[in-house]
């Protein structure tokens, strides 16, 4: 083995462990596993200068035979280090695609949600940045940049933070006992009603986005509705596009509205005034503002956006509209039980959240 | 005695010849290493990482032989002032390239940012279409919200683009086309629903 290479004829294993070190970068081992790549790399400095050392030696004194045994045993702990970052990346993709995963779920819930309240600032334009960078960290990780794909994800969570905070207010309503208890009264106190008089009487409930026409008490047809942009909340003044929530009655038929035939309601009502009065003397009411009204339940489509009123789609409108009649109780609650749709959503974002927090 | 004198003088020639040529080659290392350090500054990892390791690698190598020479007592620098005489013109020819490839980037990136706001402009001629106010559909006024985020997009690639950004302007160019697409998509469902039905009011 002694002096078998000259100063120019290097041993092959060298050219195989710079190869394989070269490999070691592309893969980014030094990201993945800085200090054993940095060790490795240690290592590999010393073995370089050790033949060089050696080609320094009188060429019959040359022995490459330790030179080459250190090249191997580099060789073999490249390997290793090969088969530790490929562990190490498999995990790191799987993690990647479960976080994607739940980051995908939590924007489509907010997606959902937000299609009825879109808030200012404009939670949708949060939503849609978040899921840009969430396409931008899914094309990443195609392209098997794992840890620039990784550093997205926190940038999505801001954006659904910013989401979730504007909406958690709204939703809240839909988890908080005293309210539940209050739509709940409400909703019990109109089925009474229509019972006790054996007449139709009419319940819409927010949070299932439906129209519950009861005759002596039990319901005898649901009708899928729609809301204004800010359905989810409760009606305070004119032009807040949300939905009033109270006990109405039918005061006014329209066969010919323009959108196909309309039941106005007595919005506002004397709790909603003595609301709006407080609200205003509080200052949680603009100087200017005005109660609002003109509240109907109407046709057009449910799929229509309105500016306050229960949107039907016309068939459903033209049934209605003849079963029902001037004083026809009209109560609008937000949810009838703890479990309605909203607040399971916003139970699940929470447990999310507590789940990133404590995984 | 003279011939012991001569043998000392000689002995002392060699002595200083040997010293000449193991002279640490100080000057080179700085510039070479100047060298190096230039093309890196100018974005040489960002645009050619791959280049920076290997001249980040030659670098090394030839100060490795320089601190073997280091340790000697007969100094020979002569293969390590060939190395990095390598290097710097390593680094000199990679400077010199640098430029296209910056150029090519700026060229990826300025054609994902016009397919990005083609594909916006779509999205946003389509919502347009859509009646507005009383009466569009719920999902077309949050859509409208979306195609205000991927506005507000397209001028953060614009912002990354200035900033020299490339790659990372790109990739956020190529995510808003993907995205802007999904929007029209959605656009044209919702236009499909409120097709034929009666606006809404209040």
């Known amino acids: 083995m002694g002096g078998c290479f000259g100063e120019t004829q290097l041993p092959p294993e060298l050219?195989?462990?710079?190869?394989?070190?070269?490999?070691?970068?592309?893969?980014e081992a030094h990201l993945y596993l800085p200090q054993v790549y940095e060790n490795y790399k240690k290592n590999l400095s010393q073995a370089k200068r050790d033949l060089l050392e050696e080609n320094q030696r009188f060429p019959w004194f040359r022995d490459y035979g330790p030179i080459r045994d250190e090249f191997l045993k580099l060789l073999k702990e490249g390997e290793e280090l090969q088969q530790r970052l490929q562990i190490e990346k498999e995990k790191k993709r799987s993690a990647l695609l479960d976080q994607f995963e739940s980051l995908q779920e939590k924007i489509n819930l907010l997606s959902k949600l937000t299609i009825l309240y879109q808030g200012k600032p404009p939670l949708r334009v949060h939503l849609t940045k978040a899921e840009l960078l969430l396409t931008e960290a899914k094309l990443l990780l195609k392209e098997n940049r794992l840890i620039a794909s990784e550093k997205k994800c926190p940038l999505v969570e801001t954006h659904l933070h910013k989401v979730q905070e504007g909406l958690y207010p709204i939703l809240a309503r839909y988890q908080h006992p005293e309210w539940i208890a209050k739509w709940k009264r409400w909703a019990q106190e109109t089925i009474d009603e229509s019972r006790q008089r054996d007449i139709y009487s009419i319940l819409i409930i927010k949070a299932e986005k439906k129209l519950?026409?009861?005759?002596?008490?039990?319901?005898v047809k649901t009708y899928p509705?729609?809301?204004?942009?800010?359905?989810?909340?409760?009606?305070?003044?004119?032009?807040d596009h949300a939905t009033p929530e109270g006990k109405y009655h039918i005061i006014g038929k329209n066969p010919r509205s323009k959108y196909y035939k309309a039941l106005l309601i007595n919005y506002p009502n004397e709790e909603d005034r003595r609301e709006f009065e407080r609200l205003k003397r509080k200052g949680l009411l603009g100087k200017k503002a005005t109660i609002g009204g003109s509240i109907e339940i109407h046709g057009g489509g449910k799929d229509h956006l309105t500016y306050g009123c229960i949107a039907l789609d016309n068939a459903s409108m033209e049934e209605l509209y003849y079963k029902?009649?001037?004083?026809?109780?009209?109560t609008?609650?937000?949810a009838r039980d703890e479990r309605n749709s909203l607040s399971l959503a916003l139970t699940d974002l929470q447990k999310k959240d507590e789940e990133k927090k404590n995984p | 005695?003279?011939?012991t004198m001569r043998y000392f003088l000689l002995s002392l020639m060699i002595l200083v010849l040997l010293a000449g040529c193991g002279k640490k080659p100080t000057q080179e290392i700085e510039s070479t290493q100047s060298a190096v350090n230039a093309v890196i500054?100018?974005?040489?990892?960002?645009?050619?990482?791959?280049?920076?390791?290997?001249?980040?690698?030659?670098?090394a190598a030839a100060m490795d032989e320089v601190k073997v020479q280091d340790g000697k007592t007969f100094k020979n620098y002569d293969k390590a002032k060939q190395m990095l005489a390598d290097v710097k013109k390593m680094a000199e020819e990679m400077k010199a390239a640098l430029p296209a490839k910056k150029e090519q980037a700026k060229q990826n990136a300025l054609s994902a940012l016009?397919?990005?706001k083609s594909a916006v402009s779509e999205a946003k001629a389509l919502l347009a279409k859509a009646p507005k106010g009383k009466g569009t559909a719920a999902d077309i006024q949050a859509l409208s919200g979306d195609v205000k985020g991927l506005e507000d997009s397209l001028a953060e690639v614009s912002g990354l683009i200035e900033k020299e950004e490339f790659s990372e302007a790109a990739n956020k160019a190529n995510a808003l086309k993907e995205k802007a697409s999904g929007v029209s998509e959605q656009i044209k469902q919702a236009l499909e629903k409120v097709k034929g039905a009666k606006p809404a009011k209040k």
């Open chain 1, 324 to 330: 029902v009649e001037i004083g026809t109780p009209v």
């Open chain 2, 1 to 3: 005695m003279m011939r």
């Open chain 2, 114 to 116: 016009e397919a990005a």
């Open chain 1, 332 to 334: 609008i609650i937000g």
């Open chain 1, 225 to 239: 509705v729609g809301f204004g942009k800010n359905g989810w909340l409760d009606k305070l003044q004119a032009r």
């Open chain 1, 212 to 219: 519950i026409l009861l005759k002596k008490g039990e319901p």
């Open chain 1, 15 to 27: 050219r195989l462990v710079e190869q394989q070190e070269m490999d070691l970068w592309r893969a």
């Open chain 2, 41 to 59: 500054s100018e974005g040489l990892g960002k645009y050619a990482p791959e280049e920076e390791k290997k001249l980040k690698d030659a670098m």
